[in-house]
């Protein structure tokens, strides 16, 4: 671990190391705090909701998942995509509990 007291020679000049440590610290937190602000909303905007109504899917086969039924019902769009639409339609939906018969919404994209 480095200790920020130390005093260190560079180019000739001793210097703290703590000289300057609080500001690039802060700067970091900052930067990254609106990096993630901006990724959130932006992200966000991507997601869901440009579809019109739903439709059932049975589940008909042991081990299919969500992520099998999104390919095949929507292919053309982004399967995480759908699947975040298929959560939203479907609360208390356990993706990983999925039983044979279960009944699933599933969007229908334009």
Excluded at 74 to 96: A, F, H, M, S
């Amino acid at each position: 671990m480095i200790d920020c007291n130390k005093m260190v020679k560079i180019n000739g000049k001793t210097v703290s190391l703590r000289k300057g440590f609080k500001r690039k610290v802060l700067a970091t937190l900052v930067t990254g705090f609106f990096l993630g602000i901006g990724y959130g909303i932006f992200n966000q905007s991507s997601l869901g909701s440009d579809y019109e109504g739903t439709h059932e899917v049975r589940i008909e086969e042991m081990g299919q998942t969500l992520w099998d039924i999104a390919k095949r019902e929507c292919p053309d769009e982004d399967t995480r995509k759908v699947i975040y639409d298929i959560e939203q339609e479907n609360p208390g939906l356990e993706p990983g509990r999925l039983h044979l018969e279960d009944v699933v919404e599933v969007p229908n994209y334009n």
